[in-house]
T-cell receptor, first 114, second 112 residues
Framework: DTAVSQTPKYLVTQMGNDKSIKCEQN?????MYWYKQDSKKFLKIMFS???????INETVPNRFSPKSPDKAHLNLHINSLELGDSAVYFC?????????????FGSGTQLSVL | GESVGLHLPTLSVQEGDNSIINCAYS??????FIWYKQESGKGPQFIID?????DKRQGQRVTVLLNKTVKHLSLQIAATQPGDSAVYFC???????????FGKGTMLLVSP
């Protein structure tokens, strides 16, 4: 069973479109994240949710809106896609407390904006 | 050898060699450090962690060394195998903060 699964794996779309990426974890973790990885492999936190509540929102354009219907799901909706949004987006989860550093990542969604 | 190119720093080794991947961190308040391995087409995977009250921690074929004086972290991989080829990231956390800050990554290439 996949611990953290995100869909789709590849997403190719035109500028200006709206798209969503879904993420689910079956680890019973209480914290979920979205990370963006650019073409130079740099990983940057976008959002962090704990028990469905937003706790971290880095300097991300408000075109990006995370939604957590329950603590096992954290979806990412992106409005008005721009060329610079092209990247690999990773969902991750962890427990709080001492295990905060042990993130479990999904396999990524490669977003290409044309 | 190790090189810094236009993209990721890359370390090329022969199978069976020991590999050392280095990481400098900048936040002196960081007290928890983690190494991740990212294989091609996959998400990063936890390898080993160390807290600031330790200077060395060993796992299976991996050792992490922490030098808080110079804010330096290293990952040593013994008897490197082709399956170790990946991008390796160090990450740091400050107590009380709920996120990790990742370093830039080093690509390890292992030749048979």
């Amino acid at each position: 069973d996949t611990a953290v699964s995100q869909t789709p794996k590849y997403l190719v779309t035109q500028m200006g479109n709206d798209k969503s990426i879904k993420c689910e974890q079956n680890l019973g973790h209480d914290t979920m994240y979205w990370y963006k990885q650019d073409s130079k492999k740099f990983l940057k936190i976008m959002f962090s949710y704990n028990n469905k509540e937003l706790i971290i929102n880095e300097t991300v354009p408000n075109r990006f809106s995370p939604k957590s219907p329950d603590k096992a799901h954290l979806n990412l909706h992106i409005n008005s896609l721009e060329l610079g949004d092209s990247a690999v987006y990773f969902c991750a989860s962890s427990l709080q407390g001492a295990d905060i550093g042990k993130l479990f990542f999904g396999s990524g969604t490669q977003l290409s904006v044309l | 050898g190790e090189s810094v190119g236009l993209h990721l720093p890359t370390l090329s080794v022969q199978e069976g060699d020991n590999s050392i991947i280095n990481c400098a961190y900048s936040n002196s308040a960081s007290d928890y450090f983690i190494w991740y391995k990212q294989e091609s087409g996959k998400g990063p995977q936890f390898i080993i962690d160390i807290r600031s009250n330790m200077d060395k921690r060993q796992g299976q074929r991996v050792t992490v060394l922490l030098n808080k004086t110079v804010k330096h972290l290293s990952l040593q991989i013994a008897a490197t195998q082709p399956g170790d080829s990946a991008v390796y990231f160090c990450a740091e956390n400050v107590r009380g903060y709920s996120t990790l800050t990742f370093g830039k990554g080093t690509m390890l290439l292992v030749s048979p």
